[in-house]
């Protein structure tokens, strides 16, 4: 399986950018998948999660109005609507997938990242 970011850039403040995350490999046993996002010497943070076949959505509190997260299972591709962006939400943001095997045992894949930049 691999996961590929796109579509992060340098926007001002009040921006929008929309990431995506192309999946590809095998899929089926995908449970959830999410963003999450690293600042410089900051630790690495959840953004959002959205479980693939239902649809369910959840959102960091920080981001919650702003970002929208959604997927097209057709395409196996992910994606994050960010509006109205901050400096604040200046970081590396990371695709990930996690699955679930027939054991019940849980694993993550995650991508090589995507920069966003925002400036005041």
């Known amino acids: 399986v691999q996961l590929v970011e796109s579509g992060g850039g340098l926007v001002q403040a009040g921006g929008s950018l929309r990431l995506s995350c192309a999946a590809s490999?095998?899929?089926?046993?995908?449970?959830?998948m999410g963003w999450y996002r690293q600042a410089p010497g900051k630790q690495r943070e959840w953004v959002a999660t959205?479980?693939?076949?239902?649809?369910?959505?959840n959102y960091a509190d920080s981001v919650k109005g702003r970002f929208t997260i959604s997927r097209d299972n057709v395409k196996k591709t992910m994606y994050l609507q960010m509006n109205s962006l901050k400096p604040d939400d200046t970081a590396a943001y990371y695709c990930?997938?996690?699955?679930?095997?027939?054991?019940?045992?849980?694993?993550?894949?995650w991508g090589q990242g995507t920069q966003v930049t925002v400036s005041s």
């Open positions: 959205i479980t693939p076949r239902s649809g369910t959505t």
């Open positions: 490999g095998s899929t089926s046993s995908i449970k959830t």
């Open positions: 990930n997938a996690r699955f679930i095997a027939m054991s019940g045992y849980e694993y993550d894949y």
